[in-house]
């Protein structure tokens, strides 16, 4: 089964709201993970990656926070605009090169 | 060019035709990944090749897939026989290094239609 699945399928946020997505691994030897972001028609995008060595990473409006003693990875979007609105996917790699990823989050900004 | 190219966008076929499928994967990236994307769902692994290596080719989902890397660029995946269940998103990625740390840039994806 995956090794990497979301707490949610669907996230409504209102805009300007702070967003909060999670995910759930199973795999403890994973140990660098990252976010990507997955618009309609599109391939993914880089958003932020954290190593399993580090428990906060943060980029522009974005803070990955990982907590490795209940494997949860969480993805937190300040201000959260319309061009958010997207599918978000958590994804890991442990000790093989393979990037695994979970089914996903939608997120949809309400104006 | 400056990202990871997949051709073509959109493929419809016909139900045992086969099918290929092109990356153009960024310059100076030795690792090429193939995922597939089912609608509405998360990116199932297919094959991953990595500089002049055996290619790991565990998450071909039958021996009608298989896929290629001539010069450590280029990569063609190919369907023989196309199902219907082959109708989905290919997506390639690359990566400048295979190890544990290294984003993957993905392309924006074939869309197969098996009719």
């Known amino acids: 089964g995956e090794s990497v699945g979301l707490h949610l399928p669907t996230l409504s946020v209102q805009e300007g709201d702070n967003s909060i997505i999670n995910c759930a691994y199973s795999?403890?030897?994973?140990?660098?993970f990252i976010w990507y972001k997955q618009e309609s028609g599109k391939g993914p995008q880089f958003i932020i990656d954290i190593r399993s060595n580090m428990d906060k990473r943060q980029g522009q409006r974005v803070t990955v926070l990982l907590n490795k003693t209940v494997k949860h990875l969480s993805l937190q979007i300040a201000a959260t605009q319309p061009g958010d609105s997207a599918v978000y996917f958590c994804a890991e790699k442990g000790s093989d090169y393979k990037l695994s990823f979970g089914a996903g989050t939608t997120v949809t900004v309400r104006a | 060019g400056a990202g990871v190219s997949q051709s073509p966008s959109n493929k419809v076929t016909e139900k045992g035709k086969d099918v290929e499928l092109r990356c153009d994967p960024i310059s100076g990236h030795t690792a090429l990944y193939w995922y597939r994307q089912s609608l509405g769902q998360g990116l199932e692994f297919l094959i991953y090749?990595?500089?002049?290596?055996?290619?790991?080719k565990s998450g071909l989902p039958s021996d009608r897939f298989s896929a290629e890397r001539t010069g450590g660029s280029v990569s063609t995946l190919t369907i023989q026989r196309t199902q219907q269940e082959d109708s989905a998103v290919y997506l390639c990625?690359?990566?400048?290094?295979?190890?544990?740390?290294?984003?993957?840039?993905f392309g924006e994806g074939s869309r197969l239609t098996v009719l």
């Open positions: 795999n403890s030897a994973s140990d660098y």
């Open positions: 090749f990595q500089g002049n290596s055996a290619p790991d």
């Open positions: 990625a690359s990566s400048l290094t295979s190890g544990r740390a290294g984003e993957l840039f």
